[in-house]
Nanobody, 121 residues
Framework: QVQLVESGGGLVQAGGSLRLSCAAS????????MGWFRQAPGKEREFVAA????????YNEDSVKGRFTISRDNAKNTVYLQMNSLKAEDTAVYYC??????????????WGQGTQVTVSS
C-alpha cells in the first residue's frame, strides 16, 4: 500500500507560480511511475504530467506545454510539479498518483487526496 499526500496548492494571480509536492510512503518509491492529474469543476479529470523511475517524462502538451515541470527526489520520496505562468484555466484540484507499472496517463493504482489550485485573473 502506498499513501500519497499533496501540498503546495493555494491562490495565485494569473502569471504567477506554484510548486506542488507529493510525499509518498513506502519503500518502492524509486521504482514507481508518478503522475499529476487535475480536475476542474464540472470537468473530467485530466492528465497533466508523469515521470517514470527511469526519469522518462511526459506532459499533456496541449495544456501545460513549456509552463509546468515535473521532477522527483527519490531520497525524499517526493515528486514535484513546478507550475509557472499560471492561467485561470489551470484552476483545479491537483492529484498525485503512483503505480509500480510503467504507465503514463492511465493505469495508476494509488491516489492522493488532492490540493486546490486557484488562479485569479
Amino acid at each position: 500500500q502506498v499513501q500519497l499526500v499533496e501540498s503546495g496548492g493555494g491562490l495565485v494571480q494569473a502569471g504567477g507560480s506554484l510548486r506542488l509536492s507529493c510525499a509518498a510512503s513506502g519503500r518502492s518509491f524509486s521504482t514507481m511511475s508518478m503522475g499529476w492529474f487535475r480536475q476542474a469543476p464540472g470537468k473530467e479529470r485530466e492528465f497533466v504530467a508523469a515521470i517514470r523511475w527511469t526519469g522518462f517524462i511526459t506532459y499533456n502538451e496541449d495544456s501545460v506545454k513549456g509552463r509546468f515541470t515535473i521532477s522527483r527526489d527519490n531520497a525524499k520520496n517526493t515528486v514535484y510539479l513546478q507550475m509557472n505562468s499560471l492561467k485561470a484555466e489551470d484552476t483545479a484540484v491537483y492529484y498525485c498518483a503512483a503505480t509500480l507499472r510503467p504507465v503514463v496517463s492511465v493505469g495508476y493504482d494509488f491516489w492522493g487526496q488532492g490540493t486546490q489550485v486557484t488562479v485569479s485573473s
